[in-house]
C-alpha cells in the first residue's frame, strides 16, 4: 500500500520559515517524478514546486528564491523549505508522486502565515 504522509505545516508570522517534510512508503521517490501542490480557500490546487526523478527542479514564480525542495532517498522522504513565508502563502500543501499512470496524494497540510 502507497502512503505519502506530510508533516511540518502550522501557524508562522510573515518572514518566517517552515519546513514541510514527505514520508513515502511502498514506493521509492527517486524514481518518482515529485512535486508540492497547494489550495487556498476559494481558489484551485497549484503546483508550487517539482522535481523530476534526476533531480531537475522548477517552481512557481511567487516562490522562486523562498522555497526549496529536496529529498532524502535514505529516508525516502520529499522536503520543502518554506523561507520568508507571505500571508499569501497560507494553504493546504500537499505532495505528490507520479510515475507514468502511477499518481498518488498525500492527505495535506495546513500552512498559515498571520500575525
Known amino acids: 500500500q502507497v502512503q505519502l504522509v506530510e508533516s511540518g505545516g502550522g501557524l508562522v508570522q510573515p518572514g518566517g520559515s517552515l519546513r514541510l517534510s514527505c514520508a513515502a512508503s511502498?514506493?521509492?521517490?527517486?524514481?518518482?517524478?515529485t512535486g508540492w501542490y497547494r489550495q487556498a480557500p476559494g481558489k484551485q490546487r497549484e503546483l508550487v514546486a517539482a522535481m523530476t526523478s534526476g533531480g531537475t527542479t522548477n517552481y512557481v514564480d511567487s516562490v522562486k528564491g523562498r522555497f526549496t525542495i529536496s529529498r532524502d532517498f535514505a529516508k525516502n522522504t520529499l522536503y520543502l523549505q518554506m523561507n520568508n513565508l507571505r500571508p499569501e502563502d497560507t494553504a493546504v500543501y500537499y505532495c505528490?508522486?507520479?510515475?507514468?499512470?502511477?499518481?498518488?496524494w498525500g492527505q495535506g497540510t495546513q500552512v498559515t502565515v498571520s500575525s
Open positions: 505528490n508522486a507520479v510515475l507514468y499512470w502511477r499518481d498518488y
Open positions: 511502498g514506493i521509492a521517490i527517486s524514481t518518482y517524478r
